[in-house]
Antibody, heavy 120, light 106 residues
């Protein structure tokens, strides 16, 4: 059973960089895409971007200028950085496996989520 | 971007009821439509993928249908554990987008 766990600071100051890491246990990163998805408090879900295990990325254009996703398969981890954050970036950040079955797939395993608050 | 619109936004129902939630895409996305269930404080859980395929371990009372731009999620007989928020999501093209959610209440 694939398990994912987000980790990182829960509080980030405005204009600084948000950094999160997702660690995979009980599974392999090989041959899969790995995504970050966020959910502002009380709101819906927004796909941030994904990375293939070999390193290729695809980002949501709404965030593309501020987002970097990277992968370290030796540690079974992938990471998210969002620069120049504002209060609008306050959200629960989920890591997820997918899209599976190619780029038209779905997100079948999710981390429990990490709340990141942007505030001074 | 492909816009996803769910209806209704909220729904009150009782245990044993048959419930249908609708999702409409701003362009044809067949068959790349997925459904998720989210309970309060928890991560979303995949229910249906490819419009109508049931994810492993999901009860058979959940079903999905539709094509083109219009899709539905049906729960044949509501159970107490089904009260949650449901989201549709298109995986036809990036950026992948979600519906705004349907809150299913007792």
């Amino acid at each position: 059973q694939v398990q994912l766990q987000e980790s990182g600071p829960g509080l980030v100051k405005p204009s600084e960089t948000l950094s999160l890491t997702c660690t995979l246990s009980r599974g392999s990163m090989r041959s899969y895409y790995w995504s970050w998805i966020r959910q502002p408090p009380g709101k819906g879900l927004e796909w941030i971007g994904h990375i293939y295990y070999s390193g290729g990325t695809n980002y949501n254009p709404s965030l593309k200028s501020r987002v970097t996703i990277s992968v370290d398969t030796s540690k079974n981890q992938f990471s998210l950085k969002v620069t120049s954050v504002t209060a609008a970036d306050t959200a629960v950040y989920y890591c997820a496996r997918g899209p599976t079955s190619g780029s038209h797939g779905y997100f079948d395993y999710w981390g429990q989520g990490a709340l990141v608050t942007v505030s001074s | 971007d492909t816009q996803m619109t769910q209806s209704p936004s909220s729904l009150s129902a009782s245990v044993g009821d048959r419930v249908t939630i609708t999702c409409r895409a701003s362009q044809s996305i067949s068959p790349y439509l997925n459904w998720y269930q989210q309970k309060s404080g928890k991560a979303p859980k995949l229910l249906i993928y490819g419009a109508s395929s049931l994810q492993s371990g999901v009860p058979s009372r959940f079903s999905g249908s539709g094509s083109g731009t219009d899709f539905t999620l049906t729960i044949s007989s509501l159970q107490p554990e089904d009260f949650a928020t449901y989201y549709c999501q298109q995986s036809y093209s990036t950026p992948y987008t979600f519906g705004q959610g349907t809150i299913l209440e007792i």
